[in-house]
């Protein structure tokens, strides 16, 4: 049944449509100064984000794209710069502006050198990155390809072994082709959690399991305040984890030509949130190699997986989600709803 105009489940409570979400994200984006270009590539990826279930990286970051744009920390109008240094190398520049939209930009000659040379490599630099990662790399998968993609982000996270911050939380994200089923897709903080959990479960008053964390004097905390005031992250799995945030660094911003998580400074910007650094996604084009069975090979992987007892796989939930709201709707608690309402200058 279609959910447009919206349909209150609760007093407390209202259901709009992905489609009328995009619409209303977009309108806060232009009010706060992008170009339309930029505010209709943000607006799907964070709408996409809630409509999937991954709410720290969903309407929940509307405020601090608002604060980051408000301050002049990020340039919403730029255009990004496409490169084609080599036959299999795209470069791109963001400008000083958002990553999504600097991706979109080079999208199309990223996947034209995949499928000529079999793998194709772009490195966008002089960009921020504010979103999830997954839906930047899912949508290659659908193509038949093979995606990767790492970026860097603030500083927020004490490599092991060490005693202060120095890394960001420096996600990475994999989407491969699986035949006949939605696609495998995993994106993953190499913190012990991701800094947009953290925010929430301070929002929320909750605690934190053990392990993700220190205060301001390197105690490990349970405290999600605590981190989030003078404290830092860990990273997952001590030195493994650790080894692949230095991945991530080495490959977001010192191969793309990005700032390290240390390397910008957003002092005289009071307001900023978004990290100003790198990203790097690898595209393979699995026929030249696996021809027109990587995807029957995936699927066989997922049934021997399930078949040794797992039940869920990485990404499941999020499918799940999408395609629940997009039959129901995606409910907004009244206060979010117009929050939101309100920043768009409704």
Not at 178 to 184: L, N, V, W
Not at 253 to 278: I, R, Y
Request: charged share 20%.
């Amino acid at each position: 049944m279609p959910v447009s105009p919206e349909m209150a489940v609760n007093p407390d409570t209202s259901v709009v449509s992905y489609a009328e979400l995009v619409q209303l994200l977009t309108r806060i984006f232009l009010q706060h100064g992008t170009s339309i270009e930029v505010a209709q590539v943000l607006a799907q990826n964070c709408a996409g984000a809630e409509r999937d279930g991954a709410h720290s990286h969903g309407v929940f970051r509307i405020p601090g794209y608002v604060s980051t744009l408000n301050s002049g920390w990020v340039n919403g109008k730029a255009v990004p710069v496409v490169e084609d240094v080599a036959s299999g190398f795209v470069r791109v520049d963001a400008g000083n502006g958002f990553a999504q939209p600097a991706l979109a930009a080079g999208r199309d000659l990223l996947v034209a050198k995949a499928r000529s040379a079999g793998i194709a490599v772009m490195a966008i630099r002089n960009s921020h990155h504010f979103a999830a990662l997954w839906p930047d790399v899912e949508p290659f998968a659908y193509e038949g390809l093979v995606a990767l993609s790492v970026v860097n982000s603030m500083t927020c996270v004490v490599p092991h072994g060490a005693d202060r911050p120095l890394f960001g939380t420096n996600p990475i994200a994999f989407a491969a082709p699986r035949a006949g089923a939605e696609p495998i897709v995993f994106d993953l903080a190499t913190s012990a959690i991701a800094h947009g959990d953290v925010q929430i479960a301070a929002r929320k008053g909750e605690r934190l399991p053990p392990g993700m964390g220190v205060d301001s004097l390197g105690q490990p905390t349970q405290d999600p305040k605590a981190i989030l005031e003078g404290g830092a992250l860990l990273p997952f799995g001590g030195h493994k984890g650790s080894a692949l945030s230095m991945m991530v660094e080495l490959l977001a911003a010192a191969l793309t030509g990005g700032n390290f998580s240390f390397e910008f400074d957003w002092s005289n910007h009071p307001g900023a949130k978004t990290p100003w650094t790198g990203q790097l996604l690898i595209v393979i084009d699995p026929s030249k190699a696996a021809g027109q069975s990587f995807a029957e090979r995936s699927e066989e992987l997922v049934r021997q997986m399930h078949g040794v007892g797992l039940r869920r796989l990485p990404g499941d939930r999020r499918h799940r989600e999408r395609a629940k709201t997009l039959a129901g709707g995606i409910a907004l608690d009244a206060q979010t709803l117009e929050q939101l309402r309100e920043l768009a200058g409704n």
